[in-house]
């Protein structure tokens, strides 16, 4: 079993920026890719980035260029810098570890308003 706790969203205004965290325990192995997914109210839950074990990124269109993954593999935890953030970012970011079966944490609550 893996446990996944995000933190970090917050209240932000258009062109602010947050940095999410995720904090993985359990039976992790640092080869398994992670990432983060985003879900509107009334819409699909759906890819914003993810990062492989080795460090390869994958990203959302909509976010190229103002999001950037990372991940501390000794620490466990995968991170999502969010910058010039616009208020069609404003979801509830869930973070996910895809390895022998694909686990979420509860999320986080990113408002982008002003």
């Known amino acids: 079993q893996v446990q996944l706790v995000e933190s970090g969203g917050d209240l932000v205004q258009p062109g602010g920026s947050l940095r999410l965290s995720c904090a993985a325990s359990g039976r992790i192995f640092s080869g398994a890719v992670m990432g983060w997914h985003r879900q509107a109210p009334g819409k699909q839950r759906d890819l914003v980035a993810r990062?492989?074990?080795?460090?390869?990124?994958v990203y959302a269109d909509s976010v190229k260029g103002r999001f950037t993954i990372s991940r501390d593999n000794a620490k466990n935890t995968v991170y999502l810098q969010m910058n010039s953030l616009q208020p069609e970012d404003t979801a509830v970011y869930y973070c996910y570890y895809d390895w022998a079966g694909t686990y979420w944490g509860q999320g986080t609550q990113v408002t982008v308003s002003s």
């Open positions: 990062i492989s074990g080795g460090g390869y990124t």
